[in-house]
Structures are given as structure tokens and as C-alpha cells.
């Protein structure tokens, strides 16, 4: 099974919120768990999106019926 | 109070008032870019704010900033090398149109003046490892909060598909954004000054050891970093708004609440963290909603390295002028 540069991002920011754990004052360690927590779950969210092939995914090329239209504002 | 100590301070206040300079940008890139408030107006919102934040948040990365170095290390010339090197590197990077931080050139200023002064001993190491820490988590914090609030609000407004009505509705709400960050960037940067100051008094026994912040302290440091501000820096304004990826008035919310949100919780928390690194981050995490190409990978990437070079080099320029002020006052 292979991913997405998307959904492999957010694996690597979840790792990473993990592995500073370590170093993390134990205070702060409840930021590194809620991170990996979201970065996880857009991670599975993501894969799961890709795996579906989901027209709807913000992969796609914009059309000009999305709030980021970014290519419909500008023609306007 | 002794000259000496006055022009310190005074020193300290113009780093603030370059800090707000700055970082200005960072507070009102996205505002501007998306065209909701002129430059002028932004600048004046934006400045309000920074001030305003003295209402509202302690002085825990104050203490913070002041317990980098070991009680009694620091006299009046490290103190002022390590201004000095801090506001060195912001020139030189202000001067390239880079967005880094200021709070770290002041942590490694700071550090490289005491270096040269006391050996590395002299520097305390839990502090500087929550500081780090915190180099690598609050870009991050920044993306994965904006990357969510963005997709919140396009999963909640799936069926809005006047695309202009929308954004018309996010350029208003953009108002309370841009001023949340500005109280952000306002407690969690001048408390950065004030912990400096704090240092300065305590050095010339002109506080205790354990005293806390003075009020004078405290609205001295806003009001430089507020009108700072309000003279802002527009060549980061370009490479932050517009260089890294493309903002729309829904991006710009979601980024700067997201950064808000990050340094708020930093500062309440007692930690320095860059204001600049936590909303590129943010706007990173907006730009990949769409895809990871809308993101200008080489100018993140440039801004990166300024990131690791910016403790090194503000070290480097801080521990150069304190040597050579030992040298020509021995």
C-alpha cells in the first residue's frame, strides 16, 4: 500500500511530535500527545480519502465552487 | 538609577519597538494580502492590540527569559552584547526580507554574551531545552491547527458554494483573527524585553533576585512593541503574505486563530516562542488544504534555514562584542 505525499506529511509531523517527547519538560507533554493525536488522525483521514479516490479531495484541481478558489477570484 | 542602566534599558526598548518593526508583518500579512484592511489600518489594529495584551497575560515568559542565564552572571555589558547581537541579526535579516525570529536572536544574544563572559556553564540548560523544543513545536502546533480549522470550516460550509460571499464573511471575521494574534505577538514578545529588564535590575541589585516584573516594565515594553508595530516592516509583509503561499480571507482566518491559539497557550505556559515561526507554519497548514504544490516549498525552505542560523549567528555577533568590550575595558 502506498500514500501520498499529503497523507505522509502529517505521519512525519505525528512522529515528530513523538520523538520530542523526550526532550519535551514533562508540563508540556499533554502539546506533543494532542499533536501526534491530530496529526494521526488527518493522517488516517487522508490515506483513507486517497484510497477512496474521492473526486472531492482538495487534490484535485479547484473548481470554482470552493471557498479557496484561488484561480476563480483571480479570473474574476 | 545609573546612566548606564538607563541606556540599557533604553537599548532593550529599541530591540521591542524593532521586535513589533518586525513582526509587524506576521500580525498583518494575511489581513493585507487578502485586501480586508489597508496597510495603514492594519498596522494602527494590529499595534492596538499588541498594547491591549498587557490586560490580559502574565509574566510567565518574562521569568522565563530572565532565568536563561545564572543569577548573577549577567553585568551591564553582556546585557547589552547580547542586545546588541540580537538586533544586529534582526537588521541583517529584516534586511533580506526573512521572517525570523526575534525572540530567538534575543535567547541566543543572550547566551553567546554570557558564553563569552562565563563559559557555557554559565547558561542554564532546562531553560534553553524548553526553548528549543518549542523551536520545533510551535511551527508545527501552527500547521496542524490551521490545516484542521480550515477543513472544519470547508466541511461546515460544503454547501456554500458563492465562493464570494464566503470570503466576504471571513474577510470580517479576519478583524477578531488578526487581532487575537496581535494580543499573541504582543504578550508573548515584549514579555521577551521585559524578562531582559528584568535581568538588567536584578543585575544592578536594584530588584531581588525572585522580584517579579514592574508595572512600568510591563507597559514600557508594550507600548514599544505597539508602536513598533504600527511602523512596521513591509518587506516581510510581501515574502509572508503572498510569497509562501497564496492567502484567501478563509486562510488568513484559520491561520492566524491557529497561531493564536499556539502562542497563546505558549505564553500562558511561560514559554518564548517565535510569533514568525508559528504563523508561516499556520500558513503553511492553510496552503495544504488545497495541495502541497500551493505551498512555495523553496521560499519555506529559505525561511527554514534562517530559523536554524538565527541562535548561531545572533550567538555569534553577541559573543564577538562582549569579548571585545572585556578586552578594551580590562
Redesign the interface.
Known sequence: MTFGRRPLFFLAAGVISVLLLAPTPETFWWVNVTMAGIAFFWFVMLAIEEGQGDRDTPDEPRGKGRPDDLEGEDRR | MTVTVVAIIGVALAFDFFNGFHDAANSIATVVSTRVLTPKQAVAWAAFWNFAAFAIFGTAVAATISKVVQPGVLNNAAIFSGLFGAIVWDIITWFFGLPTSSSHALVGGMAGAAVALSGWTSLVA?EF??I??FI??SP??G???A??I??G??WL?HR??K??K??RG?RRAQLVSAALFSLGHGANDAQKTMGIILALLIANHRLPIDASVPLWVVLAAHSAIGLGTLFGGWRIVHTMGTKIT?V?P??GFSAETAAAAAIM?ATL?G?PVSTTHTITGAIVGTG?????S?VRWGVAGRVVWAWILTIPGAFIVSYSMEAALKRVWR
Open positions: 532546562e531545552q524548553k528549543a523544543v520545533v513545536l508545527l502546533l500547521f496542524l491547527l490545516f484542521t480550515m477543513t470550516i470547508f460550509f456554500y458554494h465562493v464570494e464566503l470570503n471571513f497564496k484567501q478563509v486562510g497557550l505556559g514559554v495544504t488544504t488545497q495541495r502541497l500551493a
